[in-house]
């Protein structure tokens, strides 16, 4: 990672910090990670071209999952507003849609490369993962946040297309989701170690929970793992008045 951008090893250690009798343990403690990384402060054609080509990689070079802690709905926070910007009918994103549905129809080996997204943080400022073609694809499994207390964080963003939710932590102390970070000066912290919340951390928690899966059984397809996913799911928020169901029987 460059200087000061020390996003991409918080998010690994979620998945994969090694138990090695120091420091954190992550969810997957012994997965192999395959590092891409896109610098986030670039133009959006730019951007999506590395998106295209990350998961054209990945599926070159037999991942089973990719962790995408990401998304166009967090630019809200900067007082633009990019809903439908990261739409695949439009000449900007159409390459990273067709590699999108390329991992489900040819990553690993047939089965489907599982593709894990951050809903966004964008709570306060109206986003809703609806807006956004990454979060609402059926190739994508969408994760919100949960807060200490196992409710819906405050600033998950919301949507339709979510599937689950994870620990994402809250802002502030030691209530947040604790990780790796870089070494010294050069991380976060002057610790090898951070606090950080936001669906940044909720997305590689369910990333890892998937390697599990997949170790267990490595046979399970892209859409076994969503099936898998809602059933061992429980409900939270359950005093919410504004809870529609559809007609499913479970």
């Known amino acids: 990672e460059r200087s000061g951008d020390n ?16 420091g954190v343990v992550g969810v997957a403690y012994g997965a192999d990670l395959v590092s891409i990384y896109s610098p986030w402060n670039e133009s959006v054609s730019s951007l999506c071209a ?52 390329n991992l489900a129809a040819l990553g690993r080996g047939g089965l489907g490369t599982i593709v894990v997204q951050s809903a966004g943080n964008a709570y306060g400022y109206g986003d809703d993962t609806n807006l956004h073609n990454f979060q609402n694809s059926r190739y994508v499994i969408t994760v919100a946040a949960s807060d200490y207390f196992g409710q819906a964080a405050d600033y998950s963003s919301p949507g339709a297309s979510i599937l689950v939710a994870a620990p994402g932590g809250e802002r502030g102390g030691a209530s947040g989701i604790v990780s790796t970070d870089r070494v010294g000066q050069a ?7 951070v606090f950080l919340a936001g669906t940044s951390f909720s997305a590689p ?25 809602a059933y061992s799911a429980i409900r939270i928020g359950a005093d919410w008045p504004n809870w529609e169901f559809n007609g499913a029987g479970n």
């Open 205 to 229: 928690i369910v990333s890892g929970i998937v390697a599990l899966m997949l170790e267990a059984n490595p046979g399970l397809g892209y859409r076994d793992v969503q099936e898998i996913l």
């Open 187 to 193: 991380g976060f912290t002057s610790t090898d170690y």
């Open 7 to 22: 996003h991409g090893t918080a998010v690994a250690g979620v998945i994969a910090a090694e138990r090695d009798g120091a």
């Open 50 to 101: 590395r998106v295209a080509n990350a998961y054209s990689y990945a599926r070159s070079a037999g991942v089973d999952i990719v962790n995408d802690s990401w998304g166009f709905g967090n630019l809200f926070l900067g007082g633009v507003n990019y809903a439908f910007v990261d739409d695949f009918a439009s000449p900007n994103f159409a390459a990273a849609g067709r590699e999108l549905s």
